[in-house]
């Protein structure tokens, strides 16, 4: 069982505004800024949201947020080349170590 | 441009052993922590080890601790996990990536993949 709990699936239609969310704990995202990854395709994983901060080169229809101990991810103007499988991760502060979500696998229909 | 390239991976037996290499190019490694965070098949990813810029630090997922151990060589651009006991449950592409001072993974490599079976 992941430290971080992600929905393990959503859906959207192009154009659509989907948002995902990460649920952790005091120790994690309570204190820490959340990493958000996208994989296509069981590649490798790809950065696409640092916080509220988009990394160099990714679309701004990208926006990340937290309230408390939970972020999201919110995609708006969703993209056939957004289906991917989403990762949220922190330090977690009691572990002393990095924790990940489940994973949310998100299809474009 | 920054890559991270992986290598060392392969077949082993359980209880055996195995090095994996991560060989770093395009940014300062001496001032960057590296980690590595494995993917068994069909799974999730999970945080194996990180080590700290200079390697006075490291930290292990619990799954792992006192099986496996992370190193560098600053004069090599190359950070180590070698991995001891191994288990069938160790199968998976472990990545190598570098942490941004605990706050993100912003560069992966793309992985080296590990399978434990008899």
């Known amino acids: 069982q992941s430290a971080l709990t992600q929905e393990a699936s959503l859906s959207g239609t192009v154009g659509q505004k989907v948002t995902l969310s990460c649920t952790g704990n005091?120790?994690?995202?309570?204190?820490?800024?959340v990493g958000w990854y996208q994989q296509i395709s069981r590649g490798a994983p790809k950065p696409v949201m640092f916080?509220?901060s988009l990394p160099s080169g990714i679309p701004d229809r990208f926006s990340g947020s937290k309230s408390g101990t939970t972020a999201f991810l919110t995609i708006s103007g969703l993209q056939p080349e957004d289906e991917a499988d989403y990762y949220c991760?922190?330090?977690?502060?009691?572990?002393?170590?990095?924790?990940f979500g489940g994973g949310t696998r998100l299809t474009v229909l | 441009e920054v890559q991270l390239l992986e290598s060392g991976g392969g077949l082993v037996q359980p209880g055996g052993s195995l090095r994996l290499s991560c060989v770093v190019t395009?940014?300062?490694?001496?001032?960057?922590?590296l980690a590595w965070v494995r993917q068994p098949p069909g799974k999730g990813l999970e945080w194996v080890s990180v080590?700290?810029?200079?390697?006075?630090?490291?930290y292990y997922a619990d799954s792992v601790k006192g099986r496996f151990t992370i190193s560098r060589d600053n004069s090599r651009n190359t950070v180590f996990l070698q991995m001891n006991s191994l288990r069938v449950e160790d199968t998976a592409t472990y990545y190598c990536?570098?942490?941004?001072?605990?706050?993100?993974?912003?560069?992966w490599g793309q992985g080296a993949l590990v399978a434990v079976s008899s």
């Open positions: 990536a570098k942490d941004r001072a605990r706050e993100f993974f912003d560069y």
């Open positions: 395009g940014f300062r490694f001496s001032s960057n922590a």
């Open positions: 080590i700290s810029s200079t390697g006075g630090n490291t």
């Open positions: 005091g120790n994690n995202i309570g204190r820490f800024s």
């Open positions: 916080g509220d």
């Open positions: 991760s922190t330090w977690d502060a009691s572990l002393s170590g990095w924790v």
